[in-house]
């Protein structure tokens, strides 16, 4: 025990090692809109608006997230606005995440080195460095820790120990109070892992994946049938409950998140075929870490003959066949490969969500890599133990090559993610084409006055979009704001139409546009602008009060108190 004791502070020490310079990392990306911004985590008066329907509208999620919410609101009553805090849980939870896996394959496997290599692997793999650094990324790592603990419960509770395998111990044949425990903990571990992130909704899969991988399993505790169920069921009611119940409502940043996700083109296949260089992608990156960005630009597939997805297809095919073929002599190689394909299919676009590449979906599948690679490492260690010095010490220095460059490369990447005008500008390193980073880019420059130099971001990022609705229209909003800074109304009403236009449920350029309409005379299309905001959202008072103004100019003061009167009332 005392080995595996320090082996845990090993990793613990580790994983804190290669993400410590990212504590001084800003908020950034939606950071501000989740939390330095967000006045519901501020207050604990307001933890019983989580389970109402004004969660998104209040929260900026984007789905139900509750859990990771709460943590919000714990960090802000720890720390207040002091984004060390909020690094510091995020790379404690990594930590836990990284020492669960530990203890996980450790009972698994029965072979504590490719359960700790394992371990170190996931601790210091740069792909998880979105999900550490984007403090709203900590939905990925508190769904792994609770898909991971959940995990953990269920082996203690089914799973027969190395004492009882080793001396053919008799087992009871009715479930203990024991087992009841770990049980009961293991199923409500699941719930907040669902409930953290959706990619969770995976584990069933994996724990009939690991019953038929390892073969462990204790068929006298309880049915083999029942066990599962109960997971089932609760992944069954939280699909079902997340389509209904736990829909997304409401506009957050001009995006109206009632409204269903088309697959691209329209077409599953094009999604499919897209998908396919996707994955191939994400093993890519697993294996060489090496261009790294938070705004991938990923061109759309149309026909299965491209070049580009033939060859991915035929290289995920072959590693499917192999984990077949490998299945009765190398288990855990085949659990690897499963495992990386199962857990990643909530975000292979199967039901569209609207994202097709993002490097935090990596942050569970990223497990079976791990274990794959630390599997392949122990038994090269094993073979070179055999063999002379000089091959033992080249599999050694190989080995703490590859740690020692993730670990860097970890290292290098939180530099990045220091505050958005250096992940931006690093990601137009990468894809010096993305109009996301050029116009978030652009964003930035106009933050610090440096106007010129937004303008021509701006201007680069519409040449080359649309790849998203929304960056447009950021950029053709403040465009439109610099044009009216400079006294350019008319130029500020084309940029602002066409901000509109882009995104018709972005409030904020109509906003803008009623303010120059009022500005210039122009009081009945003022009075459109800021009706059809409210018809939007009913609740923006700032629309209301603008409206209540235009008609009080006009001397319609009736009808400008009636408006008045119902935002008084809305407020008592």
Not at 105 to 113: A, P, R, T
Request: proline letters at 4%; one cysteine or more.
């Amino acid at each position: 025990m005392s080995r595996d004791y320090l082996k845990i502070i090993v990793v613990i020490l580790v994983s804190f090692l290669v993400h410590s310079n990212s504590f001084r990392n800003e908020f950034v990306i939606d950071d501000p809109l989740h939390i330095s911004e967000n006045q519901l985590i501020k207050d604990w008066k307001n933890v019983p608006l989580i389970f109402t329907r004004d969660y998104f509208y209040l929260s900026g999620e984007r789905a139900y997230f509750p859990v990771v919410t709460l943590s919000y609101f714990l960090d802000y009553s720890l720390w207040g606005l002091n984004v060390f805090g909020y690094h510091l849980t995020n790379t404690l939870f990594h930590s836990l995440n990284s020492v669960l896996i530990y203890l996980i394959f450790g009972l698994l496997l029965q072979e504590s080195k490719v359960a700790f290599l394992s371990s170190i692997l996931f601790a210091i793999h740069p792909i998880h460095t979105e999900s550490l650094n984007f403090i709203s990324g900590r939905t990925d790592l508190l769904a792994m820790f609770f898909f991971l603990l959940s995990f953990y419960l269920y082996i203690k509770t089914f799973y027969y120990s190395t004492l009882q395998q080793v001396q053919g111990l008799s087992l009871p044949k009715t479930i203990s109070p024991f087992h009841h425990f770990t049980y009961f903990f293991s199923c409500i571990s699941f719930i907040l892992a669902l409930f953290s992130k959706e990619m969770a909704v995976t584990l069933p899969l994996v724990l009939v994946l690991s019953d038929f991988c390892f073969r462990r399993f204790n068929p006298e505790v309880m049915d083999i049938v029942h066990k599962y169920l109960v997971y089932v069921l609760l992944a069954f009611l939280f699909i079902l409950g997340r389509f209904t119940v736990f829909e997304p409502v409401g506009i957050v940043e001009g995006c109206d998140l009632s409204s269903p996700v088309e697959y691209i083109g329209k077409s599953f296949s094009f999604t499919f075929y897209t998908m396919v260089r996707a994955i191939s992608y994400y093993l890519k990156l697993l294996i060489l870490p090496t261009k790294l960005t938070a705004g991938y630009v990923f061109p759309h597939s149309l026909i299965f003959s491209e070049p580009a997805v033939v060859t991915a297809f035929v290289f995920l095919l072959v590693l499917l066949l192999s984990a077949l073929f490998l299945y009765r002599r190398e288990k855990v190689f085949s659990f690897s490969i499963f495992y990386f394909f199962l857990t990643l299919l909530p975000v292979a676009n199967i039901v569209p969500f609207g994202r097709i590449f993002q490097e935090r979906y990596l942050y569970i599948p990223s497990l079976g890599f791990c274990i794959f690679l630390a599997l392949l490492m122990a038994k090269t260690l094993n073979y070179a133990k055999a063999q002379k010095r000089s091959l033992r010490f080249g599999v050694y220095f190989c080995i703490f090559s590859v740690l020692g460059l993730y670990s860097l490369r970890t290292v290098n990447r939180n530099f990045d993610w220091k505050n958005n005008l250096s992940i931006w500008l690093k990601a137009l390193q990468v894809y010096p084409n993305s109009e996301e980073a050029l116009v978030y880019a652009g964003i930035e420059y106009q933050k610090i006055g440096e106007i010129d130099k937004a303008i021509d971001y701006y201007e680069r990022g519409l040449l080359v979009g649309p790849d998203y609705a929304n960056t447009t229209a950021y950029a053709e909003n403040n465009l439109g704001l610099i044009e009216m800074s400079r006294n350019n109304y008319e130029k500020a009403i084309s940029h602002f139409k066409k901000a509109r236009e882009a995104l018709p449920g972005f409030t904020t350029p109509r906003m803008n546009l009623a303010g120059v309409y009022v500005r210039e005379g122009y009081f009945q299309q003022a009075i459109n602008e800021y009706e059809e905001i409210l018809s939007i959202d009913p609740n923006f008072e700032d629309a209301r009060r603008g409206l209540a103004m235009v008609y009080f100019a006009l001397g319609d003061h009736q009808k400008g108190q009636e408006i008045i009167e119902k935002i008084k009332k809305k407020k008592i």
